[in-house]
């Protein structure tokens, strides 16, 4: 995970809310079982996990696994690497709608 992705955990543990943590190595299938099991409402992922100098698809194992609302945080720098679905919302749109949101209470 990079660093955002550690954030937005800790701050979800923080929350005292439910985590659901998958490894990148988990089928669409197996997801898709957790998350009903969780009754989730949204999922954090990552467009790509990075390792061992590859990319592993994340996003789309979590997208297959039909997945609620999904904010997905791009693996490297500040630009997504895949196309987003469209009801999911890219870590930057998630983060600028949280401020307004703030702002106009």
């Given at each position: 995970m990079n660093v955002t992705a550690v954030i937005i955990?800790?701050?979800?543990?923080l929350a005292?809310?439910?985590?659901v943590s998958i490894t990148d190595s988990v089928a669409a299938s197996e997801i898709s079982t957790?998350?009903?099991s969780s009754n989730?409402?949204?999922i954090f992922t990552q467009d790509?996990?990075?390792?061992?100098?590859?990319?592993?698809?994340?996003?789309?194992?979590v997208a297959d696994a039909?997945?609620?609302?999904?904010?997905?945080?791009?693996?490297?720098g500040c630009?997504?690497?895949v196309e987003l679905w469209d009801y999911d919302l890219p870590w930057s749109t998630f983060v600028e709608r949280a401020k307004y949101s703030k702002s106009s209470m």
């Open positions: 955990y800790l701050a979800i543990v005292e809310f439910v985590v957790r998350l009903k989730e409402k949204a790509f996990i990075i390792h061992g100098g590859k990319s592993l698809p994340l996003y789309s194992r039909e997945s609620p609302l999904a904010i997905v945080v791009p693996s490297r630009s997504l690497s």
